[in-house]
Antibody
Framework: QVQLVQSGAEVKKPGASVRISCKASGYTFTDYAIHWLRQAPGQKFEWVGW????????KYSKKFQDRVTITRDTSATIAYLEMSSLRSDDTAVYFC?????????????WGLGTTVTVSS | DIVMTQSPLSLPVTPGAPASISCRSNQTLLHSNGYNYVDWYLQKPGQSPQLLIY???NRAPGVPDRFSGSGSGADFTLKISRVEAEDVGVYYCMQPLQTPFTFGPGTKVDLK
């Protein structure tokens, strides 16, 4: 079935980097974009950025663009989110979700989330 | 950035009764293509969000027809015609019109 499987929880120290993966299966990877979002405790959902799985084009929220890189491996059908210079307020659950390219049908499949804890 | 607001933030409901959630944006979400770029998601306890409604009024595949979305411009509503126990959770509206996509604060629906 169609699913996005995310990597496991991470615990990092302030200033470190983290890379989270999102493995897609059950559909044509390059027909969709992968978006990354996060949900910090007690905070609104935040959109981090997205990657066009077909051509690798990316766009990031200005809030994160200096610290975030989104990449994809089309042969492995995996998208990655890398965030550097982590701070305590980056502690959150990070989700990947897909959106169909060219025809908008919403974020119709989500990963289960990856908890990132930033603590000294 | 587009700011999304929701009301109410908490909604106790009686099973079988209707429910309604309002979502407003600080700028129009009506695209020149005629579609309103607002989605509705439900996050059940301990789960990822699930898509209910996209482009204002289109039910996602598999979503029961007791869920409906309406509105245009900057004022939108999600209605549940008859709430069931499985509908509890936090409902979010989201605008995908422009980046950064932004979400409302969420409306927590639980049973009375």
């Amino acid at each position: 079935q169609v699913q996005l499987v995310q990597s496991g929880a991470e615990v990092k120290k302030p200033g470190a980097s983290v890379r989270i993966s999102c493995k897609a299966s059950g559909y044509t990877f390059t027909d969709y974009a992968i978006h990354w979002l996060r949900q910090a405790p007690g905070q609104k959902f935040e959109w981090v950025g997205w990657i066009n799985a077909a051509d690798g084009h990316t766009k990031y929220s200005k809030k994160f663009q200096d610290r975030v890189t989104i990449t994809r491996d089309t042969s492995a059908t995996i998208a990655y989110l890398e965030m550097s210079s982590l701070r305590s307020d980056d502690t959150a659950v990070y989700f990947c979700a897909r959106i169909r390219l060219f025809y908008y049908y919403g974020m119709d499949v989500w990963g289960l989330g990856t908890t990132v804890t930033v603590s000294s | 950035d587009i700011v999304m607001t929701q009301s109410p933030l908490s909604l106790p409901v009686t099973p079988g009764a209707p429910a309604s959630i309002s979502c407003r944006s600080n700028q129009t979400l009506l695209h020149s293509n005629g579609y309103n770029y607002v989605d509705w998601y439900l996050q059940k306890p301990g789960q990822s969000p699930q898509l209910l409604i996209y482009l204002g009024s289109n039910r996602a595949p598999g979503v029961p027809d007791r869920f409906s979305g309406s509105g245009s411009g900057a004022d939108f509503t999600l209605k549940i015609s008859r709430v069931e126990a499985e509908d509890v959770g936090v409902y979010y509206c989201m605008q995908p019109l422009q980046t950064p996509f932004t979400f409302g604060p969420g409306t927590k629906v639980d049973l009375k």
